[in-house]
Structure formats: C-alpha cells, structure tokens
C-alpha cells in the first residue's frame, strides 16, 4: 500500500525539482499508477498550483501542461482537428471518465509504460517534452532515456502538417490494451508506432519505399508484412507473442488504411 | 495536516494524514454513499464530482481536494431523483451496490450532454462497472428518462 509522510504543493518548479531530489519522493501526476504501488514516500509533490493543467494552442504548436488530464485531451477540439480524432481514438477506452479526468499528461509519459495508448499515438506526431531542468527534447528521445528525477513539464505538439491515424485491440472495452498501433504521414514521412507489444512502443519509418506512391490496399498490406517481420513481441497475461504478431499485422494495415482515406 | 473544503455545500475543516484519499474522508464526514469498491482505479463505485467533475475518490488525496468543493450523491439528491426512478422501474439492479457511482456519473454525464446518444451513454458509463446485472436494463432506463423530456428516440 502507498503511504504518504508529507504532502506538498510546490510553489515553483525549482522548489519541486529540489523536493525530488530524495530517494523518498515523488511527484504527484493523477496518482492512479502511483497508487498501486507499494512505496513509503516521506513526500509526495504536487504541482497543482503551478498552472501546468491546460492546453494552450498557438498557430505553430500545441503546448500541454503536465498536469492536463487525459480527459482534456480527448475534448480538446483543436488537437483532435489536428488529429484527425486520432488523440481521441487513444484515449477514449482507457477505463472511464472519472479515470481520465484524473489521469495526467505527465505522469503517463513519465512512466514510459510499454502498454500505452497515450505514448502510442504521441510517438506518431512530431513531439517534444519540455524537463526541468534539461529543457526540451524529442519524445522519442525521451521515450528511451532512463528515468531520473527531473520533471516533466510540459508536452509540446508541432503542429507540423500531417495526417494521423489510430488503432487498438483490447480483450476487453476498458482493460489494458494488447496491441496499440498508430499511423501517420507528418510533412510527407510515413510512420507506423506499435506499443502495448507488451513492451514500449517502437517506431516504423518507410525505409524501403513500400508507401512511396502512396497508400492503396496492396502497399498497406505490404507495409503490414513488414511490420510483422521487425516488430518484436511478447507473451503476457493479455496475449501470446503471437497473438500480438498477428495483431501487428492487421492494425497495422487497418492503421494505414484509415490514414490513405 | 489541516484542510478545509466544502462537502454538499457546507465547509467542512479536518485534521488529516497526508495519505488520506477522498474517499476516507468523505465517508468519515456522513457521505456513505460512496462507496469502496476496488480501490485501484477500476471500477467506478467512489466516483465523486470535484469542483464539478466526476473523478474516483480512492486514488485522489484528501490534500488534493483542500480549498475545493466536493459533492457526493448526499448533495444531489434531487437532481438525481429526476431519473433514478426510471432505472428502478427497469430492475436494473440486483444488490444496488454500483448505484450511487454510476448515479454521480449520470448526473455528470447530463450535466454535460443533456441529449447523449445510447452510444454516448455506454461510453460515458464505462467506467462503472456493475458485477449484478448486464447493464442494459441501466441504459434502458436512462434512455426512458430522456424520452419522457422528449428527447430523441433510441434503443
Ligand atoms: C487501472 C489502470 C488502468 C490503466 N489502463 C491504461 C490503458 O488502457 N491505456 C493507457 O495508455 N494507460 C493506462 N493506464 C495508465 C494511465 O493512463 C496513466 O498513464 C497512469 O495512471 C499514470 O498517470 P498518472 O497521472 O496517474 O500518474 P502517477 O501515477 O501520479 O505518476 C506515475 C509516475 O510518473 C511520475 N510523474 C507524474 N507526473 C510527473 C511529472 N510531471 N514529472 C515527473 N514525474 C512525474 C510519478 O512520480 C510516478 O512515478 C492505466 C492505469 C491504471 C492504474
Ligand atoms: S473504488 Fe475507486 S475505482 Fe473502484
Ligand atoms: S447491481 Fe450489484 S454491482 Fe451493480
């Protein structure tokens, strides 16, 4: 059971930063992950009056404080028009509403979980995160750094042209996913992000040309032969490695198709 | 540590442990209609509306909520009675446990789309799982409440 000694309200980024520092704390994002977990924290650091729960859209980006909840993204109408819903896509069966109303931004990046629909769909735009006190890097960059003790403060969109698509397969409407897949053409470059295999998810580019004429029936199909050949997968309570190797196959065709229109 | 907010409308000040989640708390302050039900997140039946918004009062600090409003269905009663009826008459339940959660759902779902579709209906209550019944008889009963304000027509 989690059990909390002190709780704080940072006032400043810096005074959290420094908060965390200890082997014993943590931030705060919805505290859903957090409290499953069995730790003795002597402080728990909530950014809740740092102003970091909002979505604030410009002509070039979308940027999105730590604490935004799943909820509001999924009602956000400029970054689903972006999106063309695929934000909405990803998040809408992440168990319920109440779930999503207190499930953060920060804290389902941070996490870097290996079944994320939120990560998923995030790895197929053109994304940076904002740390304190490193500054900004790409998403998959940070995707794959290790974790420390900085904070996430922000998610920042470029709203660089694109088109984007979004597909999951879940035994069940509300549980975990099995297999997560995303597509997307941003500024002419095809991506195909395949998570939830149950490890993180990893990113497709067409690196042999299979989309250069664009996408029709036969080059998504080949493309999804592709993607079956590289992407690993693996067994777990959810679905056998080749369960999910088929699933490769046919999300990552019905990704792409959706993505030609 | 020391918080004070307001529960149902009245301020309410308390000692408490920084680990107290919202759910001990309200209970502890008469609102026994919240309900434990998982504890991890999964099931619906603690879900409270903070500052309006319905969130699951087992995973959310009591600290958190300091300086804010709750509600409980204890403070909704009559907004609730519009509807509960029509659900009662479907015998949706069977043990009523999952009822207040999936209530202060409903209230929040009509709060925020006073017209949902079945489909919409299904999406927003996902959340809240019930072990007795197929929830169908739940989503009829709603859908009959919205006809009888004439609203459109589904099921
Ligand atoms: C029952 C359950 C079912 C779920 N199902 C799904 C699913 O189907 N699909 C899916 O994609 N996700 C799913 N999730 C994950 C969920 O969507 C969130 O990603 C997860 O709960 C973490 O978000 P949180 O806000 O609760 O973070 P917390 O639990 O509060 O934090 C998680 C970690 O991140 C750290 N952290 C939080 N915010 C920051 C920050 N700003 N800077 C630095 N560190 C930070 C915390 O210290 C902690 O280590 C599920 C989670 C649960 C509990
Ligand atoms: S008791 Fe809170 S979601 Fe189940
Ligand atoms: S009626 Fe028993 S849990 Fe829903």
Redesign the interface.
Same mark, same amino acid.
């Given at each position: 059971m989690?059990?909390?000694?002190?709780?704080v309200r940072a006032q400043s980024l810096e005074e959290a930063y420094a908060l965390n520092q200890s082997r014993r704390s943590k931030i705060?994002g919805?505290?859903?992950w957090l409290?499953?977990s069995d730790l003795r924290l002597q402080t728990?650091i909530?950014l809740?009056d740092l102003g970091l729960d909002t979505i604030e859209e410009t002509d070039e980006c979308f940027s999105i404080g730590c604490m935004t909840s799943l909820r509001s993204l999924e009602k956000h109408e400029g970054l689903n028009a972006y999106t063309g819903g695929a934000v909405r896509a990803a998040v809408?069966?992440i168990?319920?509403?109440?779930?999503r109303?207190?499930a953060t931004v920060g804290g389902s990046l941070f996490g870097r979980f290996g079944f994320s629909d939120v990560l998923t769909v995030l790895l197929s735009m053109d994304c940076l995160v904002e740390l304190y006190p490193e500054g900004l890097v790409s998403l998959k960059e940070f995707a794959a750094m290790k974790r420390n003790n900085s904070i996430l403060v922000r998610l920042v969109i470029r709203k660089t042209p694109g088109k984007f698509s979004y597909q999951a397969m879940r035994a069940q409407?509300?549980d975990f996913p099995v297999l997560t897949c995303a597509a997307s053409c941003v500024a002419g470059e095809y991506r195909v992000v395949l998570g939830a295999r149950p490890m993180k998810a990893m990113v497709l580019r067409d690196e042999q040309g299979i989309l250069k004429q664009g996408i029709c029936e036969e080059s998504a199909k080949a493309f999804a032969d592709f993607a079956t050949s590289v992407t690993p997968t693996g067994s777990n309570i959810r679905g056998s490695a080749a369960y999910r190797t088929h699933l490769v196959r046919v999300l990552t065709r019905r990704a792409l198709q959706e993505l030609g229109g | 540590?020391e918080i004070e907010l307001k529960l149902n409308g009245k301020t309410v000040t308390d000692h408490i /442990?920084?680990?107290t989640v919202l759910l001990d708390f309200v209970r502890a302050h008469g609102c026994l209609s919240v309900k434990r039900g998982c /504890?991890?997140?999964?099931c619906?039946l603690c879900?409270v509306l903070l500052d309006g918004?319905?969130?699951?009062s087992?995973?959310?600090?009591a600290?958190?909520a300091n300086g804010r409003s709750v509600t409980t269905l204890e403070g909704l009663q009559e907004e609730a009675a519009d509807f509960v009826g029509f659900i009662a008459d479907q015998g949706a339940e069977q043990c009523g446990f999952c009822n207040p959660g999936f209530v202060m759902?409903t209230i929040?779902?009509l709060r925020e789309n006073p017209d949902p579709t079945d489909d919409e209906i299904r999406?927003?209550?996902?959340?809240?799982l019930c072990r007795c019944s197929g929830y169908e008889g739940q989503l009829r009963g709603i859908r009959n409440y919205l006809n009888s304000r004439g609203a459109r027509h589904e099921v």
């Open positions: 989690l059990t909390i000694k002190n709780y705060l919805g505290m859903l409290k499953m728990a909530d809740c809408r069966d168990v319920g509403v109440q779930f109303n207190c409407k509300t | 540590m /442990e920084a680990d /504890e991890t997140a999964n619906g879900t918004v319905p969130v699951l087992c995973s959310t600090l600290a958190r759902n929040a779902l999406q927003y209550l996902a959340g809240n």
